[in-house]
């Protein structure tokens, strides 16, 4: 049985008050921090709680499950996909979808991009590998045609109190688009990490 608004916001307040408690023993602003309630298994209702409640974007584990979901409500949140995504379902999903996190692969990046052009978009992604980048990033330095075909380039930036690569959307070549939007990589939490005290890790 699908749970009332009520009980959703209850749920969140209590959420987002143990959230805002474990940024500030990180030391960081609860601002940092975006909660992605997910609607997988759940009616479309869900996304009209979340909506309702304030928050700009849910997450869904299927492709034609959202496209579903998006088509029975108008609320109006961004729809991100956390779920694995299979190359011929990109250019739907591209269409469908407000940001893609479950990038996995450069072929996938390829797709997602012809997908994205040929839509006149740019679509927003995050790399849930972040190792393929060191990958790209030893191509780019020795300046290979890899790196030139995939049309990306490297970039640093400070992110977390720590540098990490990233790709940045951009042409290494005249005839090379690029249609996405690099947002780095998703960490996932379990919900456990929120309801259980958190360990101390000064040592004296």
Partial sequence: MFIDYETFRMRADALLHR??????????????????PVTKTHPAAAAEYAARYGLAAVGENRVQEAVDKRAQTQAAVRWELIGHLQSNKAKLATAHFGRIQSVDSEKLLDVLDRAAGELGRKLPVLRRYPAALAHLARHHARGSAEGARQGYRIARTEADRGTRAVLVGGSMGPTVPCGLDPHGSPV?????????????????
């Fill in 19 to 36: 959230i805002a408690e474990q940024c500030q023993a990180a030391g960081r602003k609860p601002q940092e921090v975006t909660l992605l």
């Fill in 188 to 204: 996932i939490f379990s919900y456990e990490a929120f309801t259980k005290p958190m360990e101390s890790r000064s040592r004296g």
